[in-house]
């Protein structure tokens, strides 16, 4: 059953619109991800749930109770921002505490919840410490601690991450992902960063110039993406030209090679085409019987730790890029060497050039 | 392959020729004299060392001088203080036209340097006795500025009344050209965190914006202080020194007039060395504190 619901919002300043024909459903304890590039009206639309903007038009329902108009103070719910917004007057637990004393609770029971969340954020000890004796990931804890502090119906985090180097990013949010998980609140997590939004939600809303283009769970929106945004924002992606001969047994040229796609293809025979193409797909060598071999020369080798990417040159100066799984006995082929590529029928996404939505089933998992 | 080294030559450098006019200017205007000043009051007119100079700040005239001047600049201080802040908070957080915010600063970046002389005469010509002002009041409300009741007594311009009404003219000025960066340097996210966890506008400046800004604030209102304790021109231009003040009574000692005693003229002025050294360090610390906070 829907917690948090959002329907037909729609957010405008001035003349630039910066949310259009916004609509969501969370059900309760649900961790949802809005991922975009900046200025698709993520934020916007978090600050809308806040209670920080108000819609143009649409409405928001929280637990059965239309928000939509409600001012922020009277929403009940807790809110981390990138900033952290912790208030530098106020040691940590005076920070945590904050929600519980303007609602006049009384002193031992803030205490009391204020040691509850510093234990659960690992910061016992820093209780009587101030924001800026804090290191970046710690004050972001304490923010964390804060917004949960008065138990609100919902979560939101409006990048919380971002001002944080690699490795505190990535422990810090599987810490947020277990507290989560632990409480049970709905959440609402805002992000620009794809790995961050997969690994974290339940569900994941890709937006894109103020719209929707789809909602689902990372793993539909990263095997299945429905529109060519959602495809080439959310994962590394090859967009390779393709040129129908057969659209009936699935055969189109890429780079003047023949390959054979299993996705549906709506073009005529000499129609231009696009296909998109994960490089986690593509492997190097002949693959097994029945794989799309391509012939090409090593354009150039990335070395980027866990993985090795590669740029596969084609003729007609088609470009195919390929992860390999880094391993000592691995054999790198040189620069500008003779080589095959092979990925499976049912790899590539075809998409019609200029089309917003792909051919949608095509199956690369 | 053994390699020798030997240490780069630093080249020489000759920046901090720079410096040198800054450094000619201070020793000759400003350490020099507090040498001189430090020497004179403690010598007496024949150049005998002695400490009766300081012993006689306890007496009425050198005593009244500095009760006088605290007063003048604590209530200018406080009420500037007060009225410049609360100016400021509205140009900056009170989403006005960004003109009137322009216009404001304006204003105050050349009224709060608009004292001395030509400051008192432009209140001699509106509020004086003869003032455009007071003959306005005068001819079309009837009102007499000087003689009619005000505040419980009569009006006078030229009393310590007068000088807390032309001080406070460069002293709320300087207040918003002081707390306007502290003020700007409220965050947003500070007030929507406060709001988002359920605090009220009064509670948010309660217990967040106010504590935030209380060094600047209290800072502020101590350079306030000082700006006012050593404004000299403008009481002069203004009661011609009949009024108790400590600038003007070193004036009187240092210029010679029946009292003519350079040397307590000098003890004078240590002391108020004294509360101006006490006043930029209190508000150095004061703002210490505010920049870190507003720093995190």
């Known amino acids: ?163 944080l180097d690699a490795k505190i990013r990535v422990s810090l949010r599987q810490e947020i992902r277990a507290i989560q998980r632990q409480l049970g609140i709905t ?140 391993e000592p006995t691995l054999k790198l082929p040189a620069v500008g060497s003779s080589i095959t590529i092979s990925f499976p029928a049912d790899g590539p996404l075809v998409m019609a050039p200029g089309s917003e939505a792909g051919s949608g089933t095509s199956a690369a998992a | 392959m053994s390699q020798t080294s030997t240490p780069a030559r630093r080249r020489p450098t000759f920046s901090w020729l720079g410096v040198v006019p800054f450094l000619l200017f201070t020793i000759a205007f400003l350490i020099l004299p507090i040498f001189f000043l430090v020497v004179g009051s403690f010598q007496d007119s024949q150049g005998n060392p002695t400490l009766q100079n300081y012993l006689d700040l306890t007496t009425e005239q050198p005593a009244t001088a500095y009760k006088n001047s605290i007063q003048l600049s604590l209530i200018t201080a406080v009420i500037g203080g007060i009225f410049g802040f609360l100016i400021a908070v509205a140009v900056i957080l009170g989403r ?66 007068g000088l807390v009404l032309v001080y406070l003219y460069f002293q709320f000025p300087l207040m918003v050209l002081i707390v306007a960066p502290a003020i700007d340097g409220l965050r947003k996210e500070w007030r929507e965190a406060a709001e988002n966890m359920g605090a009220s506008s009064f509670q948010y400046w309660r217990h967040v914006a106010l504590p935030i800004l209380l060094p600047s604030l209290l800072g502020s209102m101590i350079l306030l202080f000082g700006n006012a304790f050593g404004a000299q021109a403008t009481a002069y231009q203004l009661t011609s020194g009949t009024i108790n003040i400590v600038p003007l009574v070193i004036s009187a000692q240092i210029r010679g007039d029946v009292l003519h005693n350079p040397n307590l003229g000098y003890a004078l002025a240590m002391g108020m060395v004294l509360i101006m050294a006490v006043v930029i360090l209190i508000y150095g610390l004061l703002q210490r504190r505010s920049e870190r906070w507003l720093r995190a």
């Open chain 1, 1 to 163: 059953m829907s917690f948090l619901t959002l329907t037909n919002i729609q957010k405008s300043f001035g003349t630039m619109v910066a949310v259009e024909d916004f609509n969501l459903s969370a059900t309760k304890g649900e961790f949802v991800s809005f991922l975009g590039p900046s200025g698709c009206g993520k934020t916007t639309t978090l600050r809308m749930i806040a209670g920080f903007e108000t819609p143009t038009s649409g409405t928001i329902v929280l637990d059965g109770g239309d928000i939509t108009y409600r001012p922020p103070n009277k929403r009940n719910i807790g809110m981390v921002f990138q900033s952290y917004a912790l208030f530098p007057n106020m040691t940590v637990a005076q920070n945590v505490g904050f929600g519980l004393r303007v609602r006049k609770r009384p002193a031992d029971q803030i205490q009391k919840r204020v040691t509850e969340l510093l234990e659960l954020i690992h910061l016992p000890d820093k209780a009587n410490q101030f924001p800026y004796q804090l290191s970046g990931g710690q004050q972001q804890r304490v923010a964390l601690a804060r917004a949960l502090a008065f138990e609100p119906e919902v979560l939101l985090l409006d990048e919380p991450l971002s001002a």
């Open chain 2, 96 to 161: 006005l036209p960004r003109a009137i915010r322009s216009a404001v600063m304006t204003f105050s970046g050349v009224a709060s340097n608009f004292a001395g002389v030509p400051l008192a005469l432009a209140f001699v010509f509106t509020v004086g006795q003869l003032g455009l002002v007071t003959k306005l009041l005068a001819d079309v409300f009837g009102y007499h500025l000087w003689r009619d009741d005000f505040f419980g007594g009569s009006f006078s311009l030229y009393s310590m009344l």
């Open chain 1, 187 to 326: 959440t609402v997590y805002v992000t620009h960063d794809q790995e961050e939004a997969l690994s974290l939600s339940d569900r994941v809303v890709v937006m894109s110039r103020g719209r929707v283009e789809q909602i689902g769970t990372p793993f539909e929106i990263y095997n299945f993406p429905a529109t060519r945004f959602v495809a080439s924002f959310v994962g590394q992606l090859n967009a390779l030209p393709a040129t129908v001969v057969d659209a009936g047994s699935g055969r189109l040229t890429v780079g003047g090679q023949e390959i054979r796609v299993s996705a549906r293809i709506d073009a005529p025979a000499g129609s231009a085409m696009s296909l998109a193409l994960r490089p986690e797909m593509v492997s190097l060598g002949e693959g097994p019987e029945g794989s799309n071999r391509l012939a090409g020369t090593v354009a150039d080798v990335d070395f980027l730790g866990a993985i090795v990417r590669m740029r596969i040159r084609l003729a007609d100066a088609v470009i195919v890029a390929l992860d390999v799984f880094n």
